[in-house]
Nanobody
């Protein structure tokens, strides 16, 4: 059974870069036919899709965040990483990594979620 676990700082200062890592066990980010994704939920709001790195290594980002977003992977560690630059308090959210079936935006019944990690942007 695949498991995903987010890690990274819980507090980031405005204008800095948010960096989170997702460690994957029980599956392979290079051979499993999925999108390895980042999704967030700001307080009091719905889920917001950020982007993914596919099993092939191709990356796709939300147009609203694309200029500030980078998703990469370390295949030797079976991890993928989110970097979001020039953060503001509006980037405060619970950030989730997820395994999303190809062709979907969210995990649904056949994908998997990490437990989520709170990131607060504040000076």
């Amino acid at each position: 059974q695949v498991q995903l676990q987010e890690s990274g700082p819980g507090l980031v200062k405005p204008s800095q870069t948010l960096s989170l890592t997702c460690s994957v066990s029980g599956g392979s980010i290079t051979t499993d036919y999925y999108y390895w994704s980042w999704i967030r939920q700001p307080p009091g709001k719905g889920l917001e899709w950020i982007g993914y790195i596919a099993y092939s290594g191709i990356t796709v980002y939300s147009p609203s965040l694309e200029s500030r977003t980078s998703i990469s992977r370390d295949t030797s560690k079976n991890q993928f990483t989110l970097q979001l630059s020039s953060v503001t308090p509006e980037d405060t959210a619970v950030y989730y990594c997820a395994r999303v079936p190809v062709g979907m935006w969210y995990p649904g019944d056949f994908g998997s979620w990490g437990q989520g990690t709170q990131v607060t942007v504040s000076s």
